[in-house]
């Protein structure tokens, strides 16, 4: 286990901790019972390493046989497109693009780069999505109401 502590007024809390090692400012490293990950920001260490340790698989891996891709899709560098996903025409991928089993994108969407769409998801057309997004199953973007 890895815990973090960013504010010093939860000091007392390190005796009592069960964790392998703390992310912790070096003001609090003297209070430290265990191994110590020492940051100026404990906070932002703390995202860090749990994206280093995020086990979550792709959205997708390759292009699936079975997706249904328009013609004229642009496919940005490294994108990933699951089984029976249905990309309509003048759609827009930026690298790194994710897109789940089962998931619907409509004509002239632009997804940003870096983004991840699981799996049945149906994104409207004409829909602009930035960089960097998560898009969690079953949503739907770009519907009345």
Known sequence: QISFLSNSKYRTQLANTAAQAVILHPDDLSHCPCS?????????????AAQILDSTPAAAQGIAASAVIADDVVLGQNVSVGAN????????????????????????CHIGQ????????????RTIMGEACLVQSATVIGSDG
Request: charged share 10%.
């Open 36 to 48: 110590a990950l020492v940051m100026e920001n404990p906070y932002v260490g703390f995202a860090l």
């Open 85 to 108: 996903a249905v990309i309509e025409t003048g759609v827009v991928l930026g690298d790194n693009v994710q897109i789940g089993a089962g998931t619907f994108i409509g004509k002239d």
């Open 114 to 125: 870096n983004t991840k769409i699981w799996a049945n998801v149906t994104i409207y057309h």
